[in-house]
């Protein structure tokens, strides 16, 4: 089909309002450009010749929006054209990524890379160029666009440097800090399914990108034009090889988590663990770390294997009891205490835990993060490093959207609990400020800061700062510290696995561990609810739930009256430290009974998601009984399932207008 051909039915379509008016300026646009290959002409004929007009809606809709920390979508389309599946099998990875403004391709990774050199440009280089280190996870057309990327950096004046395989998202934002890069990417989707990949962005201090920078790199982004993405792109350049070097150096920093080395030491070859990476990159390092603390590992043989395919799990996400089905069957056989399985970037961890009963039981984000929180403050108060004198000069951080026993917690130590908006990249801000503190009142630069032990940035936060004792999210992310700024699930590995020795020292099971929290804090439980609405049409069912939220609050849910609405987006909220929370469509349902829900719209994933709190405390001074725990969890968990399908009644009549 000619573009002639093209042009006139893509008008047709449009005025017959097959396909939207973006999608038809979008896609002619492509076409006038002139710049792609024949391939990518092909394609868009086909998708016409076929009458995808649904798939042409979603591919071309919008340009890719790069967010405030890079962009992810589609790398293969629901429908997959003879042209982009090219010499490759038919139902294996096509040859050539999905045609499309909003898809992840060679077009919008090229873009994106060159709005990140330019701002870095514009910021000022740490160098005298600017050096961007990119990673890349085991997906389809990740080590591609991560090859793509490092050489555009280069034919724009850039420095790169590129792991030799695939790494985890956690060890490329070690490796910006190490090398005293000005940024880095790593080209990945976390958890997402097969067919999505995704471009994401840290700043020189390893944490994803915030305002300013965020909102300059996206100005940069939407200012490169398709004539400059054709002038700027050559195969031929060169970039670094990084890999062994970077990975003994993370290595030695997952060591410095280890609160009880002499602990693990005597009862790590007493422990029985299970490790799956999901087919991703945590087989590069978490197995080394688990070694090397002494435990009895096992891993999963058949999800060792890369494999962007993700062939033995419906979704590579480790919170889901079906992803880790072969890991607890291994558990099975081999008696093993817990289960560890890290997601295909290895920045989210999911455990499942054997009961008193011989079961074994997937714990949720919430608990994984509990416990890994109490411990460690546990601990560092055990030993004295933290006293009623320097208390106030540690914390904990957690996002608005993550579980209310963290407060709890951080009651029951007395040390600062500061919120955040969800994303780690807030988390890792938060270290940006506490490590700038110590610079400002020690005369230190950032590069002289980083090199030095975690034992010593220790005790430089305890006396000018404050110090970060332990991190995370719901959804299954966590750290505990500032080596990295993101979430690392190669040390939740570490730090979850000591939890595991310390409890059969003292002859508990892990739920006995998290059953003695409950009983003196109370029992707390959250439950993720979630609508997916894909394409073009499932964005704006998406948009309007929010915008009704917004415009038409409910009153009452679940049978109780609403008794405030929190609105992200409009009001002024500050943290405990003082610091102003930027506004964010999020918004808060606190009802009459205590209970509350939080609705945002994920940035990374084609869903509005619903957070619900409850919680029930004994009384003053006392400790539940086990019976009176048991009876908190059933009526917790009751409303909990009551409250969802309210919500989510009420969510699908406002999507429908």
């Known amino acids: 089909m000619n573009t002639d051909t093209i042009r006139r039915q893509l008008a047709e379509a449009r005025d017959g309002r097959q396909i939207l008016k973006s999608s038809h300026d979008h896609c002619v646009a492509w076409l006038d450009s002139r710049l792609f290959e024949p391939w990518v002409i092909e394609s868009i004929g086909e998708l016409i010749g076929g009458a995808h007009w649904a798939e042409i809606n979603d591919r071309f809709y919008k340009p890719i929006t790069f967010g405030t920390g890079g962009m992810r979508g589609r790398t293969i389309g629901r429908v997959v054209t003879k042209a982009e599946q090219g010499s490759s099998p038919s139902g294996g990875c096509p040859e050539h990524p999905a045609v499309g403004s909003n898809c992840m391709n060679d077009f919008n990774v090229r873009r994106s890379t060159m709005g990140l050199v ?204 079906e992803a880790l089905a072969m890991s607890v069957q291994l558990a099975s056989q081999e008696k093993a205490d817990l289960v560890l399985a890290t997601d295909p970037d290895a920045d ?149 696995t000591e939890v595991a020795a310390f409890a059969k020292s003292k002859g508990l099971t892990i739920l006995d561990y998290l059953n003695s929290i409950y009983a003196e804090l109370g029992y707390f439980e959250e439950k993720l609810g979630q609508l997916v609405y894909e394409g073009a049409d499932g964005a704006a069912k998406i948009k309007a739930i929010l915008q009704s939220y917004e415009s038409n609050p409910p009153g009452e849910m679940a049978g109780f009256p609403v008794r405030r609405i929190l609105n992200h987006a409009r009001e002024e909220i500050r943290d405990c430290e003082g610091d102003v929370l930027p506004k964010e469509l999020l918004i808060f349902v606190e009802l009459a009974s205590g209970a509350r829900y939080a609705v945002r719209g994920s940035g990374t994933e084609p869903k509005i998601k619903f957070y619900m709190f409850a919680h029930q405390k004994p009384s003053p001074g006392k400790c539940f009984t086990a019976a009176e725990l048991g009876e908190a969890r059933s009526a917790t968990h009751a409303f909990l399932e009551s409250a969802w399908k309210a919500i989510e009644e009420d969510a699908r009549r406002r999507a429908e207008g």
Do not use: W
């Open 118 to 321: 330019a701002y870095i440009e514009e910021a000022g280089p740490l160098g005298p160029k600017p050096h961007v280190v990119f990673a890349h996870d085991t997906r389809h057309f990740s080590r591609h666009f991560a090859e793509l990327a490092a050489c555009t950096v280069i034919e724009c004046g850039g420095r790169a440097s590129l792991f030799e395989s695939e790494r985890s998202t956690p060890e490329l934002s070690f490796a910006v800090r190490h090398l005293h890069a000005d940024a880095g990417v790593v080209l990945t989707a976390s958890h997402n399914p097969p067919h999505d990949n995704g471009f994401k962005a840290y700043f020189n201090d390893g944490a994803q990108v915030v305002e300013p920078h965020a909102g300059g790199i996206i100005r940069k982004v939407n200012e490169v034009t398709l004539e400059a993405i054709a002038k700027a792109f050559s195969h031929g350049r060169t970039f670094d090889t990084i890999g062994a070097d970077v990975d003994a150096a993370y290595l030695v920093r997952l060591r410095e988590l280890v609160l009880e080395p002499e602990l693990v030491r005597l009862e790590g070859a007493n422990l029985k663990v299970i490790y799956t990476p999901l087919h991703g990159t945590g087989a590069k390092i978490a197995p080394v770390i688990l070694r090397e603390m002494g435990c009895q590992l096992f891993t999963v043989a058949e999800q060792m294997k890369p494999d962007g395919r993700f062939p033995t799990v419906k979704s590579p996400n480790p919170e889901n009891a």
């Open 348 to 496: 989210r961890m999911g455990v499942a835990v054997r009961n008193r009963e011989g079961k074994m039981e997937l714990l949720t984000g919430n608990q994984i993060g509990s416990i890994l929180a109490h411990y460690r403050l546990d601990r560092l108060f055990a030993q004295g490093v933290l006293h009623q004198d320097n208390r106030d000069k540690a914390c904990l951080i957690k996002t608005v959207v993550t579980t209310d026993l963290q407060g709890a917690i951080a009651k029951k130590f007395n040390v600062t609990l500061p919120e955040t908006l969800t994303g780690f990249k807030y988390i890792g801000e938060k270290l940006r400020k506490y490590e700038e503190r110590v610079l400002c009142a020690v005369k230190m630069d950032s590069f002289t800061y980083r090199d030095l032990p975690e034992l010593e940035k220790r005790d430089l936060l305890l006396k000018h700062s404050r110090y970060y004792v332990f991190g995370g999210e719901e959804s299954y992310g966590y750290s505990a510290s500032d080596y990295a700024r993101d979430k690392d699930a190669n040390a939740a590995c570490v730090m979850f």
